[in-house]
C-alpha cells in the first residue's frame, strides 16, 4: 500500500479548455492558444515520509499525428498541448513531472493548449470536442 499520495487541482476548474466562438478564417491565418495548469500538492500524514517522483502523461484515444505531438479533433483542425518553453508534448507518452523527493510540497505548471487547422484540409465548422486525460505513475 501507498504511504504518500499527491491531489490535483486543474484551473479552470471546470477541466473544460473552450476556445469560443471563432470564424473559419481566423483560425487558418493563426492558433488560437488558452492556458490551463495543474496545481500538485502532497499528502501530509504521519505516514509519508519517504520522498517520491511522479511522472504524467497527457493521454488520449484520438488519432495522433506529427510524432504523436498533436491531435486531430476530426473536424479539419489538431490540438497541441505546449510546456512553459512552447515545446509540444508527445501524447500517451510518460515523463518526469514533478518530484517529491525534497521538501517541496506544492508543484504548479502552466501548459497552453493550442488550436491550428490542418494545411489542405477543410475545416467543419460547428462545435467540436475531444478529451484528453492527465495521468500519472508514481516513481
Same mark, same amino acid.
Given at each position: 500500500m501507498l504511504d504518500c499520495s499527491v491531489n490535483f487541482s486543474i484551473s479552470? *476548474?471546470?477541466q473544460v479548455i473552450d476556445f469560443g466562438k471563432f470564424n473559419l478564417l481566423d483560425?487558418?491565418?493563426?492558433?488560437?492558444?488558452?492556458?490551463?495548469s495543474i496545481k500538485t500538492t502532497k499528502s501530509q500524514n504521519d505516514q509519508c515520509t519517504d520522498g517520491f517522483k511522479v511522472s504524467s502523461s497527457f493521454y488520449t *484515444?484520438?488519432?495522433?499525428v506529427e510524432e504523436d505531438k498533436a491531435l486531430l479533433i476530426g473536424n479539419g483542425l489538431k490540438l497541441r498541448l505546449l510546456d512553459e518553453n512552447a515545446s509540444p508534448y508527445t501524447f500517451n507518452k510518460?515523463?518526469?513531472y514533478a518530484d517529491f523527493t525534497s521538501d517541496m510540497l506544492v508543484y504548479e505548471k502552466t501548459y497552453t493548449a493550442e488550436l491550428s487547422?490542418?494545411?489542405g484540409t477543410p475545416i467543419e465548422?460547428?462545435?467540436?470536442?475531444?478529451v484528453v486525460l492527465f495521468k500519472i505513475n508514481y516513481n
Open positions: 479552470p *476548474e471546470t483560425i487558418r491565418r493563426h492558433t488560437m492558444s488558452k492556458t490551463f *484515444e484520438e488519432t495522433l510518460y515523463a518526469e487547422s490542418i494545411a465548422a460547428g462545435p467540436f470536442d475531444t
